[in-house]
Nanobody
């Protein structure tokens, strides 16, 4: 059974930092693309960042580029999202996702497994 479990969310002030983690189990993590998405209340789930299996390729949304960094540890079956210079508009539930077909997609339908999400709230 494949499981993705996020952690690291919380409440932070504008300009602060958080590091999200997502631990995968039940499959060969090191061969798959991993992504982060977020969903604010009343909005669609949106792409944040992705990383390919060996970290050679990363992609970010324009809204987080230069502030967020995605990375992974295949030894620990974990993907990370370092979030710096946080803004109130970054407030959302953050989800990690796994793509077994390595499509390098920015779209929700490009991922096969999802975590339960972790809340990030940035106060002004």
């Amino acid at each position: 059974q494949v499981q993705l479990v996020e952690s690291g969310g919380g409440l932070v002030q504008t300009g602060g930092s958080l590091r999200l983690s997502c631990v995968a189990s039940g499959l060969t993590f090191r061969t798959y693309t991993m992504g982060w998405f977020r969903q604010a209340p009343g909005k669609e789930r949106e792409f944040v960042a992705l990383v390919n299996w060996n970290e050679v390729y990363t992609l970010y949304s324009d809204s987080v580029k230069g502030r967020f960094t995605i990375s992974r540890s295949n030894a620990k079956n974990t993907v990370y999202l370092q979030m710096n210079s946080l803004k109130p508009e970054d407030t959302a539930v953050y989800y990690c996702a796994l793509d077994t077909q390595n499509r390098l997609s920015q779209y929700v339908h490009g991922y096969d497994y999802w975590g339960q999400g972790t809340q990030v709230t940035v106060s002004s």
